[in-house]
């Protein structure tokens, strides 16, 4: 690979426009001109029409900014892990004006493609560079004009733009529609997974909470000198309660329970709702604190996936919520006496270990998008690296 040259964008006549636009506190004008504002470039650097403000023609007239086909928006103001961020403008029904917020950036043809602009600035901002030199105000900060001009970029030749461009643009594609097919497949799952209980559960006979679940007190003696596991399980989709390991001096006399690998956990303390968990095999022997109550499924009347899926629905929650006296938020408790009257669903116990199962491979399947969608997220700065080092 030969050695591209680096160049300041404000030099070497790179740019034919670098220009910030206005603000307008009339943005929501019948009929307007479009003013682009920081919710119309989305964090993977696409244009986002879905929201779109619009200004007086007459206003819009006399500042006479307007974006042009193959411009490159880049915002110079947001969050700090949002400044940065860019698109090319591919043009719009109407002609499009733009916020003070945004900074319009024309590229000279017969140096520089946008699409490369783009993806230089795109690298730059996912490796932390504008978070990292921006200037900082009272929540929001500004990356200025002259250090953007500042900012040095390669520039290899414009055919080798346009490939390695056309290359990024097919791959990106194709990472893409892999995390469309796997968030369609999780679609699919919850949708099957909700069918299943419906049809199971509809028309079941109820019984009481405490004829097919019994609470239980693993009650573990504490020991100064000693580490426990971290306090907590994983829910299915609803987050997780997990809390830094305890010790024995921080316990103090505390009284703690043992998790076993199969219990019905819930926070009986609610500061939010569906604080309900299956506990896994990798939570087995953990230590919950007073704050979580576990109860052991009676294996003839109930699976705890069943039971735990029905207290995270509507109805569920409901039920929930009445067992659960005292305001909204950190002050609601969840009542024991009152949580064993519930009424829950009772299918035949097959229909149950089927949807059990069920719920197990959506959880899997869950998991597995999870993290598919980090090692996705983490695909667009390595090509990008490959990219600028000319290995693509």
Sequence with gaps: ?????????????????????????????????????????????????????????????????????????????????????????????EPCAFSNHLTQLRPNPDRLIPEWLFLCLHDLRLRGFFATNCTEFIGQSAFMKDALLAVNIPIPPLTEQKRIVARVEALTDRSQKLSRANSSLVEDMTRLLRAEYKRIAEDAPTKPFSDVAKLVRRWVKTKPDQNYPETGIRSFGKGTFHKPALTGEQLG????????????????????????????????????????????????QATAEFLCYYFLTERGLEQIRGASPGSAGRNRTLGITKLEKIPVPVPPIEDQRRFARLRKLHFQLQRLHREAETDLASFTPALLAKAFRGKI
């Design 1 to 93: 690979m030969k050695k591209w040259k680096r160049t300041a964008l404000g030099d070497d006549g790179l740019l034919l426009i670098v220009q910030s636009g206005y603000a307008c506190g009339q943005k929501d004008v019948a009929n307007g001109v479009p003013h682009l504002r920081m919710n119309n470039v989305s964090k993977d650097g696409r244009l986002d029409m879905a929201l779109i403000r619009r200004v007086p023609h007459e206003i819009a007239k006399k500042q006479n900014r307007f974006l042009a086909r193959g411009d490159v928006i880049f915002t110079n103001t947001n969050s700090t892990a949002l400044v940065g961020k860019s698109c090319v403008f591919d043009g719009w029904d």
């Design 253 to 300: 006399t505390k009284r703690i329970c043992r998790i076993k690998a199969g219990d019905l956990v819930f926070m009986n303390v609610f500061a939010w709702e569906g604080a309900i968990a299956v506990a896994q095999p990798e939570d087995d022997g953990r230590v919950a604190s007073h704050r979580f109550m576990m109860h052991e499924v009676l294996p003839d």
